[in-house]
């Protein structure tokens, strides 16, 4: 049938134009910005499972961060009570040598300084020794170390003798005890360095899987989008040719008229 009033030919070829125009639209969308996913129509459930990822993955490298950061005030504690194990050294030699006249200054003057060096690293006399939780996430969410299993180091603390004029095997065995006492701190904050730095290599790793199972679903296939995109051209100008075609039918009419 011949018809002017309604061009069927010519209203399937802009149906399907409108189609091939959305979808070019929608391929240049995702080559653009590089995701799949743009909106929540492209894929809702894909959209929650992706956010979850991303929002793990948030979690997990703030806490990577926070474990960092406790790793250093560690490192900093360890690096005193280090200089506190070289002074202990020092104390040794002088309560070893047995020169009370030469020695007995210097030896307290570095139970002064074992005290404002433990005061420092937040071990001294006045301190409080508790324990330290750290914030990493996943389903163990947090590590701890735990100050309250070692010792304070300042000198009162290691039990150090005050000079050089006790009997010189005493200040000795004292230095000994003060050194075990040390030692036992010492254990403490290597121990947590290591919990924390294993703690922090699971993380990351966790950080890096969690990351890939996002990009699955998030993230677009350039090399499909690319072929996609060809796709949606040659499509689209097939349909504008097809309209072409289809609107110029009714002219045939025309000729009926002419005759």
Sequence with gaps: MLSIQTNYASMVAQNNFNT???????TIGRITSGYKINSSADD?????AANLERSQVAELTQGVSNAQTAVSNLQVIDG????????LDRLKTLATAGDTTQGNA???DLLGEIDRQATNIGLGSASTLAAQTVYIGGS???????????????????GLSTDLTATQSTVI???????TTLGTTQGVVGSGE???????????????????????IRDADMAKEAANLTKAQVLQQASVAAMAQANTAPQ????????
């Design 140 to 158: 163990s969410a947090t590590e701890t170390v735990d100050f309250t299993a070692g010792s304070k180091v300042d000198s009162a603390s290691l």
């Design 80 to 87: 005193g009570l280090n200089n506190i194990s070289l002074i």
């Design 44 to 48: 809702s459930a894909g959209l929650v």
């Design 173 to 179: 065995a004292n230095i000994n005890s003060a050194i």
């Design 194 to 216: 290591n919990k924390l730095n294993y703690a922090i290599q699971l993380a990351n790793s966790q950080i890096t899987n969690i990351s890939a199972a996002e990009s699955d």
């Design 252 to 259: 045939a009419v025309l000729a009926l008229l002419k005759s």
């Design 20 to 26: 091939n125009s959305d979808f070019q639209t929608k």
């Design 106 to 108: 210097e030896y307290k």
